[in-house]
């Protein structure tokens, strides 16, 4: 009788585990896209920083897709 009671937590504990390790990388996969996002955000914030120091009779160029 504790064999099958055995094999249930067994069976359980298995699939516990699983959803762990799937937990795991998907938090992993989303600090990767925080950490990436916020390099983004920073470089932006710069760009928008030496744009706004420009004159504005300066001459700039937007960028329209690949050329």
Do not use: C, N, W
């Amino acid at each position: 009788m504790a064999a099958p009671v055995d094999l249930e937590l067994k069976k359980a504990f298995s699939e516990l585990q699983a959803k762990v390790m799937d937990t795991q990388q998907k938090v992993k996969l989303a600090d990767l896209q925080i950490e990436q996002l916020t390099k983004t955000k920073k470089h932006a914030h710069l760009t928008d920083t030496e744009v706004m120091m420009l004159v504005d009779e300066t001459r700039m160029y937007e960028g329209v897709g690949r050329m």
